[in-house]
Every structure is written in C-alpha cells, then in structure tokens.
C-alpha cells in the first residue's frame, strides 16, 4: 500500500474536516489524481514548504521530501509523471 499517499489523506482529511470540506478520497481516477497534484503543487510553493519562515531549513526539508514521496505516489497511480504547472520538476 501507499503509506506515504495514506497518511497525506488522512492528515488533509482531519483539517478538512475541522472546516467542513469534503473529504479527500484516495485517487482512483484522473481527476482525483489531478486535485491531489493540485494541493501538492500549493503545499511544495516555498512560502508553504517554509511555513512563511516560521520553520528551520532542516523542516522544511523533511516535509518536502515526504511531500515528494507522496506526488511520486499518486504519479504511480496517474501512470506516470506530472510536472508541477509552475516550471519546478519534481
């Protein structure tokens, strides 16, 4: 199973659920896969990734590579790789 894909849902699904959004489904289909690469590609722009300067570099490092291991997740769902729309490669 996709450990990393999991946990990244259910953590969304716990603060989705504090404001009453919908919850995050695990990725079955195209589209799916599409909203999850979009909240990733706003959770990996830097002022996210740093919690606008509020964490060390050494944090924010580790968040990105659990990030990462989650987009190569749902990328291995998708069928294959997606460039994040703003020029980065993941």
Not at 1 to 8: G, N, R, T, V
Not at 19 to 26: E, H, K, L, N, R
Request: with cysteine.
């Amino acid at each position: 199973m996709m450990k990393a894909l999991q946990k990244w849902i259910d953590d969304k699904n716990r603060w989705q659920a504090i404001f009453d959004i919908a919850p995050v489904v695990f990725p079955k289909t195209t589209e799916q896969c599409i909203a999850i690469f979009e909240s990733l590609e706003g959770e990996l722009s830097p002022e996210n990734l740093h919690c606008d300067g509020e964490i060390t570099v050494a944090a924010a490092r580790r968040k990105e590579k659990i990030l990462r291991k989650v987009w190569a997740e749902v990328e291995y769902v998708y069928g294959g790789p997606r460039a994040e729309y703003e020029g980065f490669t993941v």
